[in-house]
């Protein structure tokens, strides 16, 4: 079979963003399937391409997956226009490839939301299956956070979202709180599968030479964020726990922020006033050598803004590399990882915007070197057992692929 598969922010291991669609598409070629990836240039991504783009585009192979990249530039430290641009002009060159590739399904993820575009005329104009991953909710998320206030803009959003839902022939969510999304559009629950991010245990799991950032000293106590350093993250809260800290006199507590993102400076700059020299700032690093970072450091920080539709509309990369490595996990907002982490006591749960709680967190753990061991043994357990990245896959494969045809012929 042959799959068409849109993803604008597609990664290989070699960059240092998510690689879900990579590890997906392998899988669907472990399986007997062609992979056709069609990406834009993602800022921390890496394609593998190295050739250079003729009329904004590139094509190759990288580990048996067809790849055709177009020259779309896109950061995370971009501005709402120009992202909103991006993702516009992804979709529109997306639309071609509809009418002129040869494929047997087509499968988009999102975010954005207009990846889902190109299924959409896939669909309805060339009669072909279509199957629709929602990683965010959208234009929920952004709603409550703020980021966009116009009604016409989020009116349009949501005629977007209700077309993509209800045009695919079966979707995939990351998370329940996708998934009741998506039922709120009115879709079957039986056209819906829920496969969150997984785990990447081989990555996380080999012996690695383990390293720590500079401004790090051996005996440190290492609190872990890999990822954007963006409105939606919230980093402040680790900024304000670092300030208590500090108060407190607890310098051998090393806050390590790893990753860019639009509020990075704003971020360094609010650590250079108030003399924070426990915060650690450091550039995105591949997978690899994140592994070995990891293997340094005493717990991982799954942070978000207290955003509401965050607690069960999520489903972060970060949080699976973390148990991956079986690092311990700070959670600092209620929800479904904050429920699973409790249960299965493999960290801490504390309550949002509350930098004393956070402290108080990051103390106890320090404090407590075997009860933080267990709990890192606990992380990896639950990492092994519920989301192995293979057999997450083989469940989505099944789905796209299988499945598909049934629903396709009703």
């Not at 055709?68 to 991006?86: H, M, Q, V, W």
């Not at 966009?148 to 695919?168: C, F, Q, T």
């Not at 490595?325 to 309550?351: D, E, H, R, S, T």
């Not at 092994?384 to 012929?409: C, G, I, M, P, Y």
């Amino acid at each position: 079979m042959r799959i068409l598969y849109f993803h604008q922010h597609f990664s290989t291991p070699k960059g240092s963003t998510g690689i879900r669609s990579y590890e997906m598409a392998r899988r669907l070629i472990y399986h007997g399937h062609e992979v056709t990836m069609v990406c834009g240039s993602y800022g921390g991504a890496e394609t593998g391409l190295k050739a250079s783009f003729k009329n904004g585009c590139r094509k190759g192979v990288v580990d048996d997956i067809h790849i055709i990249e177009f020259d779309l530039a896109y950061s995370n430290s971009d501005g709402f226009l120009k992202r909103t641009a991006s993702f516009i002009k992804f979709a529109l060159r997306s639309i071609s490839l509809v009418f002129s590739e040869k494929y047997d399904v087509v499968f988009a993820t999102s975010t954005p939301l207009t990846a889902g575009i190109p299924g959409i005329f896939a669909r309805w104009i060339r009669g072909k299956t279509f199957i629709f991953e929602v990683r965010d909710l959208w234009p929920e998320l952004p709603k409550e956070m703020g980021v966009i206030k116009n009604p016409l803009v989020l009116g349009l959003m949501s005629i977007l979202e209700w077309i993509s839902y209800r045009s695919a022939h079966r979707c995939i969510g990351l998370s329940p709180g996708i998934m009741d999304g998506i039922v709120k559009c009115g879709v079957a629950k039986s056209r819906i599968a829920l496969v969150p991010n997984g785990c990447d245990l081989e990555i996380f799991g080999k012996v690695v030479e383990s390293w720590r950032p500079e401004g790090v000293n051996e005996n440190d106590f290492i609190a872990i964020f890999t990822g954007t350093h963006g409105i939606a993250n919230g980093l402040d809260a680790a900024l304000h726990a670092a300030k208590e800290l500090k108060k407190r006199g607890r310098d051998d507590i090393k806050l390590v922020l790893v990753g860019q993102g639009k509020l990075k400076h704003q971020l360094q700059q609010f650590v250079n006033q108030e003399k924070l020299d426990n915060v650690i700032f450091h550039p995105p690093v591949d997978k690899e050598a994140l592994s070995g970072l990891m293997a340094s450091a005493d717990i991982g920080m799954q942070l978000l803004a207290n955003v509401p539709a965050f607690y069960y509309g999520t489903s972060p990369n970060k949080f699976f590399d973390y148990i991956s490595a079986g690092l311990p996990v700070l959670n600092n907002y209620p929800g479904w990882l904050a429920g699973m982490i409790k249960k299965q006591q493999c960290g801490f749960a504390i309550p949002p915007d509350d930098p004393s709680a956070f402290a108080d967190a990051l103390e106890k753990a320090s404090a407590n070197k075997d009860q933080l061991m267990t709990m890192g043994h606990n992380a990896r357990i639950l990492a092994e057992k519920s989301f192995n990245r293979q057999k997450l896959a083989d469940q989505w494969v099944d789905w796209v692929t299988k499945e598909v045809f049934h629903e396709a012929t009703i």
